[in-house]
């Protein structure tokens, strides 16, 4: 029942900027913190930021620090990844999780980012 569904990818030059959606069903969005991971061939994943359920408390790994911005819209069961300032080591498939039911993921969505 628990359903994520990401959006917003796509390629973009080094530099560049991209807005990354996830809007979630199946559960009480609104008390729930939600995550963004990324991982590519051969790697971990990896924990890319975090939002607290109200969205007053974010967290971001090192990598990104400064550079991208998570966000919650609760009325739209909807958080998102600000992407600013892109590399080409962001290049990735992005994903979403809630922290209540991390079991669940969507398809992702996929990021390059080239010149």
């Known amino acids: 029942q628990v359903q994520l569904v990401e959006s917003g990818g796509g390629f973009v030059q080094p530099g560049g900027s991209l807005r990354l959606s996830c809007t979630a069903s199946?559960?009480?969005?609104?008390?729930?913190?939600m995550s963004w991971y990324r991982q590519v061939p051969g790697k971990e994943r990896e924990l890319v930021a975090t939002?607290?359920?109200?969205?007053?408390?974010?967290n971001y790994g090192d990598s990104v620090k400064g550079r991208f911005t998570i966000s919650r819209d609760n009325a739209k069961n909807t958080v998102y990844l600000q992407m600013s300032g892109l590399k080409p080591e962001d290049t990735a498939v992005y994903h979403c999780?809630?922290?209540?039911?991390?079991?669940?993921w969507g398809q992702g969505t996929q990021v390059t980012v080239s010149s």
């Open positions: 199946g559960f009480t969005f609104r008390r729930c913190p």
């Open positions: 939002i607290s359920s109200g969205g007053s408390t974010t």
């Open positions: 999780n809630a922290e209540w039911y991390p079991q669940y």
